[in-house]
Nanobody, 123 residues
Framework: QVQLVESGGGLVQAGGSLRLSCAAS????????MGWFRQAPGKEREFVAA????????NYADSVKGRFTISRDNAENTVYLQMNSLKVEDAAVYYC????????????????WGQGTQVSVSS
């Protein structure tokens, strides 16, 4: 059974940083593009960032470019999201997702999803 487990969420002041992790129980982790999405209360889930299967390509939503960095460690079956210069509007539940044979350009249609981790940003 595939499991994606996010961690690292919490409460941070605006301007602060958080690092999210997503541990994947995927036998062939390197065959999956990985993405991060978020959903704020009353809003639709939105794409945040994605990384290609070997980590050579990344893709970001315009709202997080220059502040967030996605990375992965295929030896540890883990994907990360480093979030710097956090803004109040970044507050949301953050989800990681896996897309078999996908590419970093994919912003929807992922195969597997985690349960999410809450990120709260105070002003």
């Amino acid at each position: 059974q595939v499991q994606l487990v996010e961690s690292g969420g919490g409460l941070v002041q605006a301007g602060g940083s958080l690092r999210l992790s997503c541990a994947a129980s995927l036998r062939t982790f390197g065959t999956y593009a990985m993405g991060w999405f978020r959903q704020a209360p009353g809003k639709e889930r939105e794409f945040v960032a994605a990384i290609s299967r070997m980590g050579g390509s990344t893709n970001y939503a315009d709202s997080v470019k220059g502040r967030f960095t996605i990375s992965r460690d295929n030896a540890e079956n883990t994907v990360y999201l480093q979030m710097n210069s956090l803004k109040v509007e970044d507050a949301a539940v953050y989800y990681c997702a896996a897309d078999r044979w996908g590419a970093a350009t994919r912003t929807n249609g992922y195969d597997y999803w985690g349960q999410g981790t809450q990120v709260s940003v105070s002003s």
